[in-house]
């Protein structure tokens, strides 16, 4: 009889992840690393200081419980590894290429469901580790893990000073997940890469929300402004300029991203604005289900399109906008009348005139700004 051959724990779990590493390639996945789940503290410390220097700009998802998000045990006590991995979207997202008339532009991430092949990778990661009897969840964009953090520490990328995670071959253009698993894998060790000299992404953001090199302030990040709730401050209106949704400039500015993005140049992520504005809610929760949109309230994306349009400068435009000024949301009511004021000329003051003695002080306050725009 034949001796088997021994097998220790630690081989076997070489082996596995071996078989994690063939799962990942074979599902398209980017980049896999893996990583202790030691709490990480530097993540938690300047989650908390972005709070409350009012850097975080009232955003929730991992900020709303530094603790929670920053110790993945406290979500997951049987916790013991982290599989990072990164989906490169590039290759299959194309470009909203330069400015077109009549229409706004959607950041390369969200112009198509990019998660979805992220998340299909991973799941079968997890269904692989749970074949071989251990436990396993996706996580993906959740708020329980600061994915950039897991992936910097697995060695899936580099911290760049845009804060985006750089990965080899397809700079910033990556999204990152994870799944965490009671199975003591061996780590991967973090990358020995770093910007360097560079810093094209600081002077590249239009709005300087990149106020020092790592460090975003999201109170002035466009990317943050075309998902928040409410009326968008009238200094971030003219430089959204052509963006409905998402904002791209940081990355395009990013040199290690050159290579992908100049082979990406099929036409995608343009939107017909005058179509979005007279769309139906159905119509735009369709079409749009993928973007982050407070409470889910399309109201967000069409104060976006009024927003475009008016940056459009293209008169044609007025008869989708001045519809508006009858709208019964007081917030589409003042993002027409600073888009009619933008776009001018006689129809728009005349769309303007209803509103100049509004009900709601704030609208009337926007219309008699925007009426010396009409003027002009
Ligand atoms: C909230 C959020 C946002 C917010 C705030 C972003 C932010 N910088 O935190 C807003 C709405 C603005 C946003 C925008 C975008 N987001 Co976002 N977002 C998130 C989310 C949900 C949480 C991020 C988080 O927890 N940040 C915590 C803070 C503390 O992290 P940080 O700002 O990166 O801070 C680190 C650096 O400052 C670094 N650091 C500190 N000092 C220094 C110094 C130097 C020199 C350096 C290099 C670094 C450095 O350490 C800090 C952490 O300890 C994650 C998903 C998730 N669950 O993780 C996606 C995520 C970060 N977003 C993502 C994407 C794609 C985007 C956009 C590109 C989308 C777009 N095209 O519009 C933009 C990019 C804007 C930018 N430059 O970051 C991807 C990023 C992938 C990648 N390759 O890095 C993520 C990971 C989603 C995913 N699962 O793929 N996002
Ligand atoms: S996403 Fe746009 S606004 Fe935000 S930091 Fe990057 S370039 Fe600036
Ligand atoms: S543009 Fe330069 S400095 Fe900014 S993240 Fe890319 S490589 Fe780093």
Known sequence: MRASPVVTPSLRRVELFERIRREADASGLTGLGVCSVEPFDQTRQDIIAANSSGRAASLTFTFSNPERSSDVRSSFPWAERLVVAAHAYLPTAGSPGAAAPGTGRIARFAEDDHYRPLRGGLHRIGEL????????????????????????????????????????????????????????????????????????????????????????????????????????????????????????????????????????????????????????????????????????????????????????????????????????????????????GRLGGEKAATALAVLRHDRDPAVAAEAAAATAGTLG
């Open 129 to 340: 580790l749970r074949s071989g009897g251990h436990r396993a969840e996706v996580l993906a964009d959740d708020n329980r893990l600061v994915d950039r953090a897991a992936a910097v520490r697995a060695g899936v990328g580099w911290w760049g000073k845009s804060t985006m995670v750089l990965v080899p071959g397809a700079g910033p253009w990556v999204l990152l997940g994870s799944v965490v698993t009671d199975t003591l894998l061996p780590v991967t060790a973090p990358m020995r890469r770093s910007c360097g000299a560079c810093d094209a992404c600081l002077p590249a953001c239009p709005t300087g929300a990149l106020v020092a090199p790592g460090i975003l302030d999201a109170s002035r990040c466009l990317a943050r402004w075309a998902q928040a709730p409410g009326w968008i401050p009238e200094e971030y209106r003219a430089l959204m300029g052509d963006r409905i949704y998402g904002c791209d400039d940081c990355l395009e500015a990013c040199p290690p991203g050159d290579r992908v993005l100049a082979a990406a140049v099929e036409p995608a992520g343009r939107v017909d604005v005058v179509a979005l504005l007279g769309a139906d809610d159905d119509e735009l929760r369709d079409r749009f289900d993928r973007f982050y949109i407070p409470r889910n309230d399309v109201r967000h994306l069409r104060r976006n399109a009024l927003i475009v349009a008016g940056n459009s400068r293209d008169r044609a435009m007025v008869d989708a906008v001045a519809p508006f000024v009858e709208h019964s949301d007081p917030m589409l009511r003042g993002h027409a009348a600073w888009a009619l």
